[in-house]
Structures are given as structure tokens and as C-alpha cells.
């Protein structure tokens, strides 16, 4: 069973760098074809793609966040982590990690609960 | 980035119905559309892959259909179980765009 839980700060300053983490089990990061997402999601809205990485450390991003956005694996402890700069009040939302099920272009088949972040001073 | 129209926004229906909401691409692709179900501070659950076929353990009465640009999801006779919000999503192409969601209650 593919679980994912993601962590991190639930109140962020604006300016400051946001980093999340998503712990999880059930497949491994280092077969080929697996892949972590990151989405994130305001309220009553679709959830919006961030970030993939993929088993040999290939990366995607976003366009319009690739300069704010950094995403990187620990396989071993089984975490993917994200870090997103230069933090705004647009920002704020749920934000899930996901599996990609492999050999299906970029479906994401099992998804954390999320961490909800606020942006505030 | 292809563009995801999803219509209704919003549907009530009465127990027994069958309801239709449809996702339309705006290029075309393939049949690499999913649709997923969300219950309020849940995450979603993907409910159909290939834009017709079931995930393991969803109910037959859940039903995709479509390929190309245009894309229907059904409910043959509504359930308790199955409110909630309805997106669609393709996963064709990088960035992965979703529908702006169908929230569906019971009447």
C-alpha cells in the first residue's frame, strides 16, 4: 500500500523560504519509472502542479514558479522535499505530495493528505 | 499549457440519479485524461485512469468515456457516498492541468 504524508510549517512570513517534506512508503524512489509531485490547492479551487521528480533525478517544474522552486530526494529515508522562495500571500494553500504511477506519462495515482501553509507577519 | 474546461461547476441530483459531467482539452490528448473525487479536507482519490478505466475497488456505476478533446464521467444512480468535488486531469503533457472541478450534493 503507496501511503505519502507531507510536513512542514503551517505559518510562513512573507519573503521567507518555504521548505516541505514528503515522507513515504510503500514503493521506492530508486525504481525505475517511479516519480513525486507536488501540487498545491486553495480553497474551492482544482489543485494546481508544482514539481516532479523522478528516479534518476530528472526534475520538472511549473513555468511560471521554476525560478522559485527546488525539489530534491533523499531515497534512502524516503522523503522528496520541496522549497519554494520568496514566500507571498498567494502562496498560501494545501499543499500534497503524490505517487506517478509508472508508465503513465504524468498520472499521479495516490496522494498525501496535504499541509496546509499560511502567509502571514 | 493545455487548457482543461470542465462543466458543470456545480450539480445537485437526487439519490437514483445518473449524472454526466464533461471535461473538454484544449488540444488533443489521447486518452491520457483521469478524473478524481475530493471530500472536503481530503485529498483526492483518483477514481478512472485512460479516461475509462476503473481504478481497483471503484464502484461499476462510476464511468468514463472519451478520447481526443472531449471526455464525459457518469454516475449511473447516485449514492450517498458520492458527494463531493469532481476534477478531470490530463497527464498527457507536462505542465498537468486539471478541470476547475464539478462540486456535486444530493438534493
Known amino acids: 500500500q503507496i501511503t505519502l504524508k507531507e510536513s512542514g510549517p503551517t505559518l510562513v512570513q512573507p519573503t521567507q523560504t518555504l521548505t516541505l517534506t514528503c515522507t513515504f512508503s510503500?514503493?521506492?524512489?530508486?525504481?525505475?519509472?517511479?516519480?513525486v509531485g507536488w501540487f498545491r490547492q486553495s480553497p474551492g479551487k482544482a489543485p494546481e502542479w508544482l514539481a516532479l521528480?523522478?528516479?534518476?533525478?530528472?526534475?520538472r517544474f511549473k513555468s511560471s514558479l521554476k525560478t522559485r522552486l527546488t525539489i530534491s530526494k533523499d531515497t534512502s529515508q524516503k522523503q522528496v522535499f520541496l522549497t519554494l522562495t520568496n514566500i507571498q500571500p498567494a502562496d498560501a494553500g494545501m499543499y500534497h505530495c503524490?505517487?506517478?504511477?509508472?508508465?503513465?506519462?504524468?498520472?499521479?495515482?495516490?496522494w498525501g493528505q496535504g499541509t496546509l501553509l499560511t502567509v502571514s507577519s | 499549457d493545455i487548457l482543461m474546461t470542465q462543466s458543470p461547476s456545480s450539480l445537485s441530483a437526487s439519490l437514483g440519479d445518473k449524472i454526466t459531467i464533461t471535461c473538454q482539452a484544449s488540444?488533443?490528448?489521447?486518452?491520457?485524461l483521469g478524473w478524481f473525487r475530493q471530500k472536503p479536507g481530503k485529498a483526492p482519490e483518483l477514481l478512472i485512469h485512460?479516461?475509462?478505466k476503473l481504478e481497483i475497488g471503484v464502484p461499476r456505476r462510476f464511468g468514463g468515456s472519451g478520447s481526443g478533446t472531449d471526455f464525459t464521467f457518469t454516475i449511473t444512480s447516485l449514492q450517498p457516498d458520492d458527494i463531493g468535488t469532481y476534477f478531470c486531469q490530463q497527464y498527457d503533457t507536462v505542465p498537468i492541468t486539471f478541470g476547475q472541478g464539478t462540486r456535486l450534493d444530493i438534493k
Open positions: 488540444q488533443d490528448i489521447a486518452t491520457y
Open positions: 521528480i523522478y528516479w534518476d533525478d530528472d526534475k
Open positions: 485512460d479516461a475509462s
Open positions: 510503500g514503493f521506492s524512489l530508486s525504481s525505475p519509472g517511479a516519480g
Open positions: 503524490a505517487h506517478r504511477r509508472q508508465g503513465f506519462g504524468a498520472l499521479f495515482d495516490s
